[in-house]
């Protein structure tokens, strides 16, 4: 039985080297946003920590701008999760071929717009007449 899809079906096949050369750049990309996020939850407990040490002596507008930083820093670390999420979920979907087709015209999506962007399921073209649209 026929599954019924709105997504166009992927064209062609992409070459075992080609899947690769995307498996490796999502791979960097993750490890990158972890070093990021790792950074950000050290800078948190930076400020936790800062902030327990002199909230004692501390005026209003100090604490204050101490904690604004500390969520600041939370929403970062947030974002950067979820991005990486978003990546492994890229990879799981690249193991079961189903990464890197456009969406709307079943092309491959290059390489280097996957690498910039892994949650990209548009190619560049019909991402523009969407934005046209
Ligand atoms: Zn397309």
């Not at 717009?113 to 523009?128: D, E, I, M, N, Y």
Request: glycine letters at 6%; one cysteine or more.
């Amino acid at each position: 039985m026929a599954k019924a899809t709105e997504k166009a079906a992927p064209k062609g096949t992409r070459s075992a080297e080609e899947t690769e050369q995307i498996r490796v750049a999502l791979v960097e990309r993750r490890d990158e946003l972890q070093e990021e996020y790792d950074r950000s939850l050290s800078e948190i407990t930076a400020l936790q920590r800062e902030r327990l040490e002199d909230s004692a002596g501390d005026d209003q507008a100090d604490t204050g701008t101490k904690t604004f930083e500390r969520e600041q820093e939370i929403t970062l670390a947030h974002n950067l999760l979820e991005r990486i999420t978003q990546v492994e979920r890229a990879l799981e979907r690249l193991g079961e071929g189903n990464y890197g087709w456009c969406e709307r015209c079943g092309n491959a999506i290059p390489v280097e717009r996957l690498a910039a962007f892994p949650v990209a399921t548009l190619c560049v073209s019909c991402k523009q007449l969407e934005e046209r649209r």
